[in-house]
């Protein structure tokens, strides 16, 4: 069901030192990072070796809002998501496309849940 969940914090090398440390004996270690301004997101993965737990800068006095990722079967699903989300007046922040800066065939769709959380539909394809 869940793809990966996207946390945001104040201090990322503070709470990537945490996770790493506090999990390390569950085989979390970091497996992606990627600049963002002055710090960085970066994806833990356990044993299997996939970032399934993100964490992003979250600016003071800023609303942290979550990031959950839902799995699609395909990219007919995550298509089905946009649609339902555009016949619903639901908030779109990003319609259905490819993004290779996460991977070649990672296609998705981002929304904004009604308490302000972005929310996506993702298939990981070839």
């Keep these: 069901m869940l793809d990966h969940l996207g946390v945001p914090v104040s201090d990322v090398e503070a709470s990537l030192e945490f996770y790493l440390r506090m999990f390390a004996s569950c085989g979390v270690q970091e497996a992606m ?42 990219r007919a699903a995550v298509d089905a998501v946009h649609t339902a989300a555009v016949s619903s007046g639901v908030e779109v922040l990003h319609p259905p496309r490819e993004w290779p800066e996460y991977h070649p065939g990672y296609y998705a769709v981002f929304l904004r849940d009604p308490d302000g959380h972005n929310v996506e539909a993702v298939f990981h394809g070839p």
Excluded at 33 to 58: I, K, M, N, Q, Y
Excluded at 61 to 71: D, K, M, N, P
């Design 33 to 74: 990072r990627h600049p963002v301004g002055e710090s960085f997101v970066v994806g833990l993965a356990g044993p299997a070796g996939s970032p399934d737990f993100w964490l992003s800068p979250a600016g003071a006095g800023e609303a942290r809002e979550l990031h959950i990722a839902f799995a699609a079967p395909d």
